[in-house]
């Protein structure tokens, strides 16, 4: 790293955030008084609402004092241990630099009080963040914290200098060839950022997936840790599909069991139902709260999962990953076994390989609500309320353009809330500003702030070995939707959709003729 005079690009904004934070102060003094005493404060100015948007104002700076202060600690950390070398003579034995890090690490616990395996780890978190200048200068900055740096640090580890580099240009320089799209880091909270981050390191890690895949299932292993209150964890590290299937059933099966007769909440019929079937009991109300109900009665409804493969994976010409709803990239294999066992909780989505864009949805009827709500579930991915977590199964379709003020039943209105959301949306000014077919709304929350959808990273999928994209001149691959040969059904054996039975045998021959992708491209790409 080497060693420098310091942070002081930090320091510099650690000055001018204090400066901001201090005339924020006087100015909330001002408007108090003001108020207290009928004096010095204009007519037209609402002190409340000024005084409640000083406070958002203040937050607003000391997070980004916060991180400032961040990157100062961070630097001195990193470049104390480095100083510590520095003072041992340059032929100095190894055991002596080990002794010099060791004794670096205990000052630097001591001075933080935390322990010494803390500090080991915050000191190589600190290093990989200075060797990372543009995520060292956004955290200088203000402009991400320090857990977003952190998450930078981890995932990370393991990849070349390189495939480092790679990772920080994606989502730190607006100008890289293939940016991240939608809401800088620092504008999503930390778990929505590792997700991202930990996305385009599945798919651009020197080492496969279904390679470490392998090497996850053969270290599968089940956890008990003793916690207080009589209470306990258990945990399992199982394959993502598993674990994802496990989740659903027990999520399906806890909402069948809900109703006015049953006094737990979701939360609670969860781990109740999973320790009813761990244990053979088949009765999830054996446990010490009530629920009459038997788990087995009970209808379970569908608990659909998108499973977005790459066209060439599924077709088993490249071992590219796919992505698991809710999950993250899942190896190719688990992703074809998914749809090869036609598993009736996970729904195909198809992607395309010249623009990583959504190119068909497997679905079992034709109802054009339903169509759209897969569509917007896939564009989402998640709770579009900024900040929040909860993933498609609990989220609703709302109109973002309520139906009584003139909104259509169409992509571009539509958007994925979780019931606590859709029901703030409601009750307060939180406004969905815009969505597009491919795009999740931006949000304008009632004190005026704006905040950023956070999007997918698409990526152009992977093209099998000998088989990539034909010359501009080549019509075909380069060709949009537009300039396709235009085709027109026989008036004599067309079908109305619209008056096909859902149960008419027509669609299971639909649905079990193969997907030909772009057949006029067929023969030229073999």
């Known amino acids: 790293m080497g060693i420098s005079s310091g942070g002081g690009v930090a320091m510099e904004g650690v000055h001018a955030s204090v400066a901001a934070l201090d005339a924020l102060d006087r100015e909330d003094i001002f408007l108090a008084a003001g108020a207290g005493v009928g004096l010095g404060v204009g007519a037209d100015v609402d002190v409340l609402q000024r005084r409640y948007e000083l406070r958002l104002e203040r ?8 991180a400032q202060l961040a990157a100062v600690k961070a630097r001195d950390v990193a470049e ?19 002794f010099a890090e060791m004794s670096a690490l205990e000052e630097i616990a001591g001075v933080l009080t935390i322990s010494s395996g803390a500090a080991g780890a915050f000191v190589e978190q600190s290093r990989r963040v200075c060797l990372l200048p543009p995520v060292l200068a956004a955290l200088s900055a203000g402009a991400v914290s320090w857990p977003h740096a952190r998450i930078v640090a ?18 730190f320089d607006p100008d890289a060839p293939n940016p991240a799209r939608g809401a800088a880091p620092g504008e999503l909270v930390p778990s929505r950022f590792r997700a991202k981050v930990r ?85 999830a109300s054996d446990t010490d709260s009530p629920g009459p109900t038997e788990a087995g009665r009970v ?68 109802r054009l609500p339903e169509t759209i709500k897969q569509w917007i579930r896939m564009r989402d991915g998640k709770c579009t309320f900024p900040g929040c977590n909860n993933h498609t199964p609990d989220n609703d379709t709302d109109h973002l353009t309520a139906w009584d003020h003139g909104g259509t039943t169409g ?29 999740s709304p931006d949000w304008t929350s009632p004190a005026g702030r704006h905040y950023k959808p956070e999007h997918r990273d ?13 010359p501009a001149a080549t019509p075909c691959l380069d060709a949009g939707p537009e300039d396709l040969p235009h085709w027109e059904p026989d008036d004599d054996q067309l079908i109305d959709l619209d008056e096909l039975s859902p149960e008419d045998p027509l669609w299971a021959d639909f649905f079990r003729t193969p997907f030909v992708l772009f057949p006029e491209c067929v023969g030229a790409v073999q």
């Open 458 to 470: 698409p990526e152009p999928t992977h093209w099998p070995p000998g088989s990539m994209p034909m």
């Open 199 to 283: 996305g385009w390191r599945e798919r651009h890690h020197p080492e496969t997936l279904e390679k470490r895949h392998a090497k996850g299932v053969a270290d599968r292993r089940m956890e008990y840790t003793p916690d207080r209150d009589g209470m306990a964890w258990i945990s399992l590290h199982l394959p993502g599909d598993t674990a994802c299937a496990i989740w659903n059933r027990t999520t399906a099966t806890a909402r069948g069991l809900q109703g006015p007769d049953e006094p737990r909440t979701l939360t609670q019929l969860r781990p109740d139902i999973a320790a009813s079937l761990l244990l053979g009991a088949g009765n």
């Open 59 to 66: 937050l607003e700076v000391v997070k980004r004092l916060e």
């Open 299 to 366: 209808p379970t409804p569908r608990a659909d999962v998108l499973v977005m493969v790459p066209v060439f994976s599924v077709l088993g010409q490249t071992d590219e990953p796919a992505v698991l709803d809710g999950l993250g990239p899942i190896p190719a294999s688990m992703a074809r076994k998914l749809v090869a066992d036609g598993a009736e909780s996970f729904y195909r989505v198809l992607v395309d390989p010249r623009d990583g864009a959504p190119l068909e949805i497997g679905r079992t009827r034709y």
């Open 411 to 439: 992509a571009n209105n539509l958007g994925q809330l979780c019931p606590k959301h859709h029901r703030l949306k409601h009750a307060r000014p939180w406004i969905p500003d815009k969505a597009t077919e491919n795009e």
């Open 80 to 98: 104390a241990v480095e100083i510590q070398h520095a003072m041992l003579a340059p032929d100095a034995p190894v055991h002596e630099r080990t």
């Open 154 to 171: 981890d995932e990370t580890e393991g990849l070349s200098p390189d495939g480092a580099a790679g990772l920080v240009e994606h989502f």
